[in-house]
């Protein structure tokens, strides 16, 4: 054959795509690398422990299917740790997407996801998160998504409980003193203003706090029928709830947002967490194939329950979700990756259903759970109509 | 031009090839926070290096700067070429305001009160939500602008934050080497003895705070627009000793230490992530060797080897006593 200019016009393309969509000319069997960066050093290390384990599981899920991810593609995980600090998170960040990820799953804190937001927009990578500011999603992006439930649609199943269910109108707000706490304190104080009323009081502590008895004594001196506590750090809440009965302040209603009905918390709180309500993107014991089969293997895979709210099930999800639209599509890139995640519809996972909303939100519902001997079982679920 | 100089104006012109060379864009933002930490670091030298003042609130003035300069950014629709000097300007007048009661304590009681400042401007970032956003922080800070060209990528940030760097320590290296320089060092040997020598402590001391708070600023207003996202759980007393640890392990009294720190330890924790969660305790341990094999700091131990590197100016022997001479040491 001789070499015309033709022939190498066209090598030169053929190159050029090769270099430019390296996902699209990856053959049958080529693993499928997807970036995950959990906090697993610093003060979040325990979420990022259950974080790192979720999507382990997931990926042996996914690679022990027929097919695999789609074409006999496995997924690879490609682990960084975004540390608890926001700019080291961008720094992991940046290191994974030079490894040739095709997607990145995480984080969860809120404040993470918007430092990272200027790179993630850039690289227009399907962007799988877990964090539960309102604000994430309104930041312009269309590659991000929210595998769970906003603190908005968590507050305000929390509020309804309290004030429509337990017909409780007094309700004092204890919130950490952090994006999560005084974000999710707002949107409790926003949930209770559609019923006319005003938080009796809100209490904030700082981190590192050990004695949360100012705090409590001053909501239950202010008349409260019910506490609704926002709290993201396992530790805490044990303390929290420690000092709740020992003060003798059972007659006060406690409903904690997700972390306080994080398994450590629980098992470290025992029966000071007995009789307490949390809120949970899902129970366990709720009527789902999907959950309690990923209930079933998970405890056989690392014999102990899964915390299906900020830790293992979301992060699952999450990867599952990823994996179910390659296969839709037949193919990993990433823009109509994108796409397809919008379309996502009655999509079940273990947090239940996923329906994808304008602003890329997934989850639509979250859970009551009542609390007893360390466990938790499900008293109601609200759904929000997207 | 002297040798000195020629190598440091070679070294200076192969550093500003880094983002041409380097092609990875987390490496490249690594070295970018790297400068930026060095910025700050140096400010952090001149008080606890120079004037042998402890503060331990480093990250708040960091803080300071980062807010001020991405609120007039984001409020004004100001230029950041023009938010950068203001957020320097503010923080310097803040360290002014807490300098002037703090500098009366010294040694403990002084670091309590930059702990205390640091944690109080921590809590003031995250509770007043109508000026800071609180807790959520600020996003939509805009990156800086060289006529058509906007300054987003870390290749074209290096070049603002490494501009920074140089006149920081031009700046350091000037104060070192005035009447200031020798009165700050007078004060670190002896304060009572400088006293004595005519030498306005409590000034001299406020003033190396504010330049101190000035260099936090400059680097925190730096670091706003270059993660366009700001929040307050950056600015933690955490923060601070971070700051501190990378200035004793490069070596508190020299400008070249202080670079040399903040770069090093930026840089370790990255070296060490393959030792994924374990990485913690080697770099506990790194420094911990580090501290204990080099009281003087990475510097100190250059120094050690090749005492012309960065000679140090001689020591005010008049203030040292001197010794009596005895019938012991005369015979």
Known sequence: MSVTRRTILAGAAAGTATLAFPNVVLGKGEPIRVGTIPPITGPQALNGEEEVEGAQYAAEEINSRPGKCFDDRPIELVIEDATSDNQAAVGALNKLLGENVVAVVQPVLSTQIQAMAPVMQKAGLPWMTGGTAVKNTQLGLRNLFRCRASDAITAHGLVDFAVKEKGLKKIGILHASEAFGVGGADQVETALKTYNLKAVAREGFPANTKDFTPELLKIKSAGAEAIIAYVQNPSDSAVILDQYKSLNLTSIAFIGSPAVGNPTALNTAKTAADGIYVAQDFIIGFNSNVATKFITNFYRKYHKQPDVGTGQGWTRDAFLLLADTYKRIGTTDPAKTVEALHQTKHWEGVLGDFTCDTEGNLVHNMSIGLVKSSKVSLVKTVKVTV | ?331
């Open chain 2, 1 to 331: 031009m002297n040798r000195r100089a020629l190598a440091v104006a070679v070294a200076a012109i192969l550093l500003a090839a880094f983002p041409l060379v380097v092609k990875s864009q987390y490496i490249l933002q690594v070295g970018d926070s790297a400068i930026i930490y060095a910025v700050a670091v140096i400010g952090l030298g001149i008080l606890l290096g120079f004037t042998g003042q402890m503060s331990l609130a480093q990250a708040a003035f960091f803080g300071i700067g980062a807010y001020a300069s991405a609120l007039l950014s984001i409020s004004f629709g100001w230029s950041p070429w023009v938010t950068i000097p203001l957020a320097v300007a503010f923080t310097a007048l803040v360290g002014a305001l807490v300098g002037w009661p703090c500098l009366r304590l010294s040694g403990h009681y002084l670091a309590l009160a930059t702990i205390g400042f640091g944690i109080i401007v921590q809590l003031f970032l995250i509770n007043d939500k109508g000026l800071t956003n609180g807790p959520d922080g600020l996003t939509g800070i805009p990156p800086p602008k060289l006529g058509p060209l906007t300054l987003d990528t870390y290749q074209t940030y290096f070049y603002v934050v490494y501009g920074a760097l140089l006149l920081s320590i031009y700046v350091a290296w000037r104060v070192k080497h005035s009447r200031i320089g020798r009165a700050l060092e007078a004060i670190r040997e002896n304060e009572i003895a400088a006293q004595a020598m005519g030498i306005d402590t409590t000034r001299y001391k406020v003033l190396a705070f504010v330049l101190a708070s000035a260099f936090g600023g400059l680097g925190g207003a730096l670091i706003a627009h270059m993660t366009r996202f700001i929040s307050p759980d950056s600015y933690s007393f955490d923060q601070s000793v971070v700051f501190l640890v990378m200035l004793v392990i490069g070596g508190s009294s020299t400008i070249t230490g202080a670079v040399t720190g903040a770069i090093l330890l930026t840089f370790l924790p990255e070296v060490l992530r393959p030792l994924k969660d374990s990485y913690i305790m080697v770099y506990g341990a790194a420094v911990i060797v580090m501290v204990i094999f080099m009281p003087d700091g990475l510097i100190g131990l250059v120094k050690r080897f090749a005492p012309s590197f960065e000679p140090s100016p001689p020591r005010p022997q008049a203030l040292r006593a001197p010794v009596p001479r005895t019938a012991d040491t005369a015979s």
